[in-house]
């Protein structure tokens, strides 16, 4: 699976993009996320208040329920503020 | 249709010319330009020596192009364009462009402005600012969502 | 505060540079350029092949100065401009500029669509348009007296 | 009193401009209107149908029972259409 941060999460990751093997009981993005909370401090810490954070699957926003399968692009991010 | 993001700065002239593209159909055209500003207008106001805008490569440009096609659905609009810069721009520096070209200006002027309420909150750009207190990431505001939100109400 | 009547032709892009002046307090710009269609919106639909715009040399510049100055009082806008052309132009070629400068798009795109509104239906112009049936007065527009009347009454 | 005549009212009338002296009873826009009717067959066409001309007064738009004074300026024309 290939995963992508962008903003504050990606310098609290301590990397912008990884490429992982998830475990196959992680099925949707909030399991993904439980998930890389354990892998790292970093990763802890940058996914401590998901509240703040917004979810794409293959570029497409989706809620925590959406499921992710390996061959999924999953990033994570703050709200964005463009313009 | 038409949708670029780039690090480089723009020209409205130019891009201005070649969106309405000597389309002696287009009464009006609505443009909006947003520029980098000194001030930080959220919380305490510090002041903004630079900001730096990061991007998703490819989510960008697919989120970019699925507004511009809603509004040219919702319009009768000629030609569109959005530009949006990314990396690293001083106060003054334009950062976005939105052009909306129609036969009516009421059209141009609702789509344009539709355009801009959604990049700020749909397109994934992220804004961290050089402040005299260092670089600070900006936090969404919740007026930028009311202001998208009021584009998927039935008119009052 | 600035208004142009003039006939030459103008650059958008100069404009905006001299509008913003590097006020750095600027966030965003909202402009709206009108364009000689090659239609006749009105009626049946004549084929236009040149516009001559007349005007009313000393009260256009007041009109335009006073409604500047009502937008100016309305909203909080930084910088403002209108250039306005009269005489003869071809379909493509741009009658009309505004341009308005704020901390905040909201503020610019409704006093853009406001001096547009306004400018419709007081300032004095008047067009007539070449069409394959010989010159033609062209007749003001209700809507546009609608629209300029939206802003004379409190949001619903 | 200076006139002032644009677009179709300056065609019909025949005139751009023209300086006036008026009788001393002609006091209000209407009663200008009326005696200008008087002066032509042009003038008499243009002011045929005055539901649609405006009238301003030293470069003030005004009503027809607005005053008119010696050294006013005075302009009719249709309705703008302008931008």
Request: a negative charge; hydrophobic letters at 45%; charged letters at 25%.
């Amino acid at each position: 699976m290939k995963l992508k941060y962008f903003a504050w999460v990606r310098q609290r990751a301590g990397t912008g993009s990884e490429t992982v093997d998830v475990p196959p009981e992680v099925s949707t993005v909030a399991e993904l996320v439980g998930w890389l909370r354990s892998r790292s401090p970093g990763l802890a810490e940058a996914f401590q208040d998901t509240t703040a954070i917004r979810c794409a699957v293959n570029q497409t926003y989706v809620e925590w329920d959406h499921p992710v399968a390996q061959n999924d692009e999953v990033a994570f991010f703050p709200p964005v503020t463009g313009g | 249709m038409s949708v670029r993001v780039q690090e480089a700065a723009f020209d409205v002239a130019v891009e201005m010319a070649e969106t309405t593209g000597g389309d002696t159909s287009i009464g009006g055209v609505a443009m909006f330009v947003g520029l980098v500003r000194d001030l930080d207008p959220h919380a305490d106001a510090k002041t903004v020596s630079a900001l730096t805008l990061e991007h998703y490569p490819g989510m960008t440009e697919r989120q970019l192009e699925s507004i511009e096609a809603e509004a040219l659905q919702r319009w009768p609009l000629a030609a569109t364009r959005i530009v949006h810069r990314h990396g690293r721009m001083e106060p003054g520096e334009p950062i976005v462009l939105v052009i909306c070209c129609s036969a009516h200006r009421e059209a141009a002027f609702e789509a344009c402005a539709f355009l801009m309420d959604w990049l700020k909150t749909k397109a994934p750009f992220w804004k961290v600012e050089d402040t005299d207190d260092g670089p600070r990431w900006v936090e969404a505001r919740a007026a930028d969502d009311a202001a998208a939100d009021r584009w998927a109400k039935p008119e009052c």
